[in-house]
């Protein structure tokens, strides 16, 4: 089977409708992965936003930075839809980067599973190091679609209602580190910590899409309110080598019986650049917990609250 992902097109208006049609007329109001083609009144307002939506310079403000593919066969036909999100907002949090949706008569045909393994390599392509998708339980065949492209079960959440997996898709084999490694790597900064006040030494490693670690310990000053913390000397670090919106994962680690959590300071830090991180939060016995940042903060203050 030969699949091609391609942009959508005004010279695809006809098709695109017809597609669209096919989805109400089996009594399914939703298309996934769409970007809201199922909703919008006429093709090209739809392909006017979903144009603007791929591009940092145009993206609409309350939206992420979205790639939208129709998947056409070797005829030409769209046989169904696929979007890539760049990053994930607390909408999208658990959502994931993807969505896709087959049109109903060409199901079963393992073109869902063809769709993915291409986007795949487009967002592996983009510097992506993971890729993060959901489905309700009842949907077996997503979730093969899903386990077939190398999926691995995170989490369960409620979906308006109904029983929700989210699940992982590692795209660079090597570079992303376990986080047991990354908090291994943290425990190796707190003798880098200067400490001489508090003797209180903190490590942090902080995971980037592309697989880059920046490392941070605290640094204390005699002018005690000048000490930065771990989480910040390792975000500090990496936002000036030039990384912004591709913090994955954040190692937190401290000589104490009882977990290391981040200071208020450190959580909204994190917050402005990667309201979606996963924090790893160790204790000297290197008993870790895995949380989103938006568990230790929620309802954040962030850029968008400015506007
Ligand atoms: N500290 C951190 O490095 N990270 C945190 O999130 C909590 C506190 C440091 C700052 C100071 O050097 C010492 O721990 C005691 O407060």
Redesign the pocket.
Known sequence: MKLTLTRPTLAQKAQALAFRQEFFDCGETVINGSELLDQTGSYEEWLAAVTANASPETVSPDWVVTDTFFALDEAGRVVGIIDYRHTLNGFLKDLGHCGYSVRPTERGKGYATEMLRLLLEHARSMGAAELRLSVERGNAPSIGTILRNGGRYVRSFLFAGEEADSYAITLREGTTMTNQALVDLAFTMLERSY?PY?H?P?GAALLCADGTVFTGC?V?NAAFGS?I???RTALVKAVSEGHRDDFIRLA?VGNSADYCW??GA?RQMLYEFAPNLTLLVARKDREFVELPLSELLPHGFGPKSLD
């Open positions: 400490v508090s209180f903190v605290n204390e000490t913390c771990a989480e937190v981040p200071c450190c």
